[in-house]
């Protein structure tokens, strides 16, 4: 199955921005949706985005809907999340995920995920 890890995260202010990346192998990366979710200290982890298998749609949760953009590389076994305007709301563990392409859920759920990234750590100060 594919593996993944994820990097690219850090201590930036409001209105700043990052852009995280994840890179995967051991697996057919084009066969995937792949996702990116994060988990606030406190909190359970929640969906922010996804991409389809082919690239060519995507989505993302209201709360970060207009800011960030999801991306990927099939070629490159690549995905990305450019982060734009920051809020300190976003400050959480970010996570890269491959999601089961047989799943029947809902792929907002983390229990569409067959594969987790490391995390990475994005805090947003005031």
């Known amino acids: 199955q594919v593996q993944v890890v994820e990097s690219g995260g850090g201590l930036v202010q409001a209105g700043d921005s990052l852009r995280l990346a994840c890179g995967a192998w051991?697996?057919?990366?084009?066969?995937?949706?792949m996702a990116w979710f994060r988990q606030a200290p406190g909190k359970e982890r929640t969906f922010v985005a996804r991409?389809?298998?082919?690239?060519?749609?995507?989505d993302y949760a209201d709360s970060v809907k207009g800011r960030f953009t999801i991306s990927r590389d099939n070629a490159e076994n690549r995905v990305w999340l450019q982060m734009n305007s920051l809020k300190p709301e976003d400050t959480a563990v970010y996570y890269c995920?491959?999601?089961?392409?047989?799943?029947?859920?809902?792929?907002?759920?983390?229990?569409?995920?067959?594969?987790w990234g490391q995390g990475t750590e994005v805090t947003v100060s005031s």
């Open positions: 991409i389809t298998w082919n690239g060519r749609n995507t």
């Open positions: 051991e697996g057919s990366f084009s066969a995937y949706p």
């Open positions: 995920a491959a999601q089961n392409p047989d799943f029947s859920g809902s792929y907002y759920s983390p229990v569409s995920v067959e594969s």
